[in-house]
């Protein structure tokens, strides 16, 4: 055998051997090492087994079978769970008698009817000693207890003859519906004056939007009416005179309502715009008129106070200022040089031009009047008249009062006519030589000079079942006239209706009834019903 071969047979028999030897410790070694590590008290010892007796029953102490000297009596009632209300000590150990109780005598008639008057629908204040639970008597039988004294409740004596020196007073009933329903209204109002409080305020734009923002306009809307009806607005029939005139005829009664402001009001600051038609259709000759002219009312149609802007259109328009200018020397300067620029070509875009007085800034405080100087020949854009006057009053919706001047014969009148109408304004038409064509721009700007009474709105009465135009009001200036005209059945007795309106922030606000008798006659007046419900009745209803 080779040294190489000893050598592995002698490893392997080194492996077996240390092989061995480990099971050997495994198995035999182990229980006599942890014997000697572990104390003597952990060392396992063997418990004797269990020993099981039988247990012996013993009589239940809580049972009533147990109480030798109580019994049940039969006739007794079922006891109810308001038993469970009474103190543990009466219900407790049987072998205890029951503490004696003195009951103080009532108090005298005289102290207690000062406490509960005897028309008081409230009940009589009770003390913790005076409560009871009403609990139905259990009748016990026991030859060694002696039944405790039952308590009554006091019951109040009321004496009539003290009645006279008890304060009086009445006690809501709270549970009647109508006191309910005045609570609830109550905290109605309540949560709707916060939720208002909590509303953001209305914040006028400053600067002319690039476009109509429609949104705007509504809130601007809205900011408006809210003032119109706000609270506490005085009487209009202190500042203002109203008169009716009449006129039958067939089954109609027609009518005519003229409101004049009285010289108590005055003038709230306002806000205007000119809009000069810069289209070729205007011509250099009128345009040199209307420049003239512009130039002139900028300083004798404002005043104090007043702001103003300038806008020249085509099919499109561009403002002079960005934001409203005050009236002053400085304001009217740049207003000139601005003027002198305007010339006339390309074409017109009425509708455009004249829904772009949408986007100045309207305070609710201060009414905005438009002028708008134009021949009226929409050659461009939207150029349907009727279309024109029902899309703009109806987004317009008395905002902006808009006055029109036609500057030659020719000038659509229909549009002019019907679109001021009904956008609380007035128009005129010029009809001599171009060269003056600017002549009659001043006159119509003296007639809305100074507005005493804006926003104007009337409510006729539902059983007065008046038909009247217009429907939107124009606004009252100093010196000026708001007139109504309507008609109702022949056999009215009385014509009624109310008006608010504003000046400046104060809000006004009267009911005016008519009677039919008292009214002088105008024999006009069918006529003049007529047409203005002709011009009326071409605009979306309000």
Known sequence: ?????????????????????????????????????????????????????????????????????????????????????????????????????????????????????????????????????????????????????????????????????????????????????????????????????????????????????????????????????????KEMSSVVDASMSVMREGEWLYFSVAVKPDSSLMAVPKDFVVLIDASGSIGRDRMKSIRRAAKRILRSAANTGDRFNLVAFRDRYSYAFRSWRECDVASFDAADRWLDSVAPFGRTDVFSTIKSVLTLPRNPIRPLIALVVTDGDANSGVNDTEMILSKFSSLNDGLVSVYMYGVKESSNRRLIDVLTRANRGESFIFEGSRFRAGEGIEPLSERFRDPVLTDLRVVFASGTNAEYYPRLLRNLYRGGVVNIYGRVPADTAEVAFSIKGLSGSQAYESYFAFPVANATVDDALPDIWRREKSVGTVLPSR
């Open 1 to 233: 055998m080779s040294n190489g071969g000893f050598a592995r047979d002698a490893v392997i028999a080194a492996l077996i051997v240390s092989l061995v030897v480990h099971v050997g410790l495994m198995f035999f070694a182990r229980p006599m090492i942890m014997t000697e590590v572990l104390p003597s008290s952990l060392r396992a010892s063997q418990r004797p087994p269990m020993r099981v007796t039988k247990a012996v029953e013993k009589p239940d102490p809580l049972k009533i079978e147990a109480i030798a000297d109580v019994k049940a009596d039969a006739s007794a009632p079922e006891v109810k769970e308001t038993v469970s209300s009474l103190p543990a000590a009466e219900t407790a150990s049987p072998t205890v008698a029951a503490p004696k109780i003195d009951i103080p005598p009532p108090p005298p008639p005289d102290v207690l009817s000062k406490v509960a008057p005897l028309n008081s629908q409230m009940p009589p204040p009770s003390s913790p000693s005076s409560h009871t639970v009403p609990v139905k008597s259990v009748k016990m039988v026991s030859p060694s207890l002696t039944p405790a004294p039952s308590v009554q409740p006091i019951a109040p004596v009321i004496d009539n003859a003290s009645l006279p020196s008890a304060p009086q007073f009445e006690s809501p009933n709270f549970s009647s519906s109508a006191f309910i329903a005045t609570e609830v209204a109550k905290l109605d109002k309540k949560s709707l004056e916060k939720e208002e409080k909590k509303e953001e305020k209305f914040e006028p734009i400053q600067e002319v939007m690039s476009e109509v923002d429609e949104s705007i306009v509504e809130k601007e809307k809205g900011a408006v009416r809210a003032l119109v009806d706000s609270e506490g607005a």
